[in-house]
């Protein structure tokens, strides 16, 4: 079974409410989340879909530059090739655009590793978890992200959240020492027993968070994620030697090569995974077992993906029975799910999709209304 044709779907969905980081408004009410989803079809006629959203204050893809290299470079690359070999996939993926400090394009990448993925899981009748030989769990814990620009947003947040069952919280740091510091105060007031996951998105200056991080400590927070931009190693290192609390990064680790020498350069206890930025579920899944080998703490983390995204997500942490709460906050902040039936969230927990390959089914009425003619073809 060979991979025979591939569409793009470049779609602008409405998001719902205000998603900002240390980089600035990420979107909110009225304003649009570019996806990128790519349809694979067999030449057995199976489909099979996935998702690759970039957000260009969260890495340097776009919307344009993810269109283009799938459409020029990593479609034609894998048209033709056998849809089971996953990893001659990834290599050819790989070979036609060199890599800069990792492989390029990972986002783009992943809309077709979780197409693939999908696409196989479909033909051979399996969930995403039985393809790889785990038994999976059957719901993750999510967590409620908060991404407050002052007080009242803050404490507003922090009540949605609590309202609709949330007991854990993800809370977007590096902007401003002091407020940071009210946030987790004011979360781990609300939510006692909670798990307190800040992440600066490398927002802090070197000496702010030296001089934060007791304070941080003493509040409650659980774990720190990118702290520092993504290049600055040795301040990295540095600031690990002072934590009590785990240490995770976030936009540097793309694929195993870069965890592998985060850990070998003991630059972090905790391994952030994200299918988005580490080129799909493959690498991913490599990362995977490397974090539980090394070990380090594991959390799951997304890109604001759709229902196709989160669903890739799900099967990911469910396969390997992650217990701590996801920060996969696509429900929260998007208007559409791109999904015949949305998935199920119920008191802060995702009901991991059953079903062969992702376990959805896609709404491709829904998915053509918001590319408003602006598909493209690969053959
Ligand atoms: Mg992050």
Redesign the pocket.
């Known amino acids: 079974m060979i991979i025979q044709r591939a569409e793009i779907y470049p779609l602008h969905l409405p998001m719902k409410a205000l998603f900002k980081?240390s980089r600035g408004a990420i979107g909110g009410a009225g304003m649009e989340r570019t996806v990128v989803l790519v349809k694979l079809t067999s030449d057995t006629g199976v489909v099979g879909w996935g998702e690759g959203s970039p957000s260009r204050l969260?890495s340097s893809e776009t919307m344009e530059s993810v269109v283009s290299a799938l459409q020029r470079y990593l479609l034609p690359a894998v048209i033709g090739r056998a849809v089971s070999d996953l990893a001659g996939l990834h290599q050819a993926m790989n070979a036609v655009i060199a890599p800069g400090f990792s492989i390029a394009h990972p986002i783009a990448k992943c809309a077709v590793d979780t197409a693939v993925h999908d696409l196989l899981g479909k033909a051979r009748g399996l969930s995403l978890p039985e393809l790889w030989g785990y038994a999976p769990t059957d719901e993750a814990v999510l967590s409620w992200t908060v991404s407050a620009g002052d007080e009242t947003a803050l404490d507003s947040a922090i009540a949605e959240g609590r309202e609709r069952g949330y007991a854990n919280f993800n809370l977007k740091l590096g902007t401003d020492p002091a407020f940071d510091l009210l946030q987790c105060e004011r979360v781990r007031a609300a939510a006692p027993d909670g798990f307190l996951w800040g992440?600066a998105?490398g927002g802090y200056r070197f000496h702010d968070i030296l001089r934060l991080l007791p304070d941080l400590e003493a509040a409650g927070l659980d774990l720190l994620?990118?702290p520092l931009p993504a290049n600055q190693l040795r301040d990295l290192a540095a600031l690990k030697q002072r934590m009590r609390i785990p240490l995770?990064a976030?936009?540097p680790i793309i694929a195993p090569r870069e965890l592998m020498e985060w850990i070998r350069q003991d630059l972090i206890t905790a391994y952030?995974a994200?299918p988005s930025r580490s080129g799909g579920l493959f690498p991913s899944r490599i990362c995977m077992e490397i974090a539980d080998h090394a070990p380090l703490m594991t959390v799951c983390?997304g890109l604001t993906e759709t229902g196709i995204g989160l669903a890739a997500n799900a099967q990911l942490a469910c396969a390997f029975g992650i217990q701590r709460p996801c920060?996969w906050n696509g429900p929260q902040f998007l208007d559409e799910s791109l999904l015949t039936e949305p998935l199920t969230i119920e008191g802060g927990k995702l009901r991991r999709p059953e079903g062969p390959g992702l376990g959805v089914t896609v709404d491709e009425d829904k998915v053509r209304h918001y590319t408003n003619g602006g598909e493209l073809h690969v053959e």
């Open positions: 980081t969260w992440d998105n994620e990118q995770g976030d936009e952030v994200k983390s920060a």
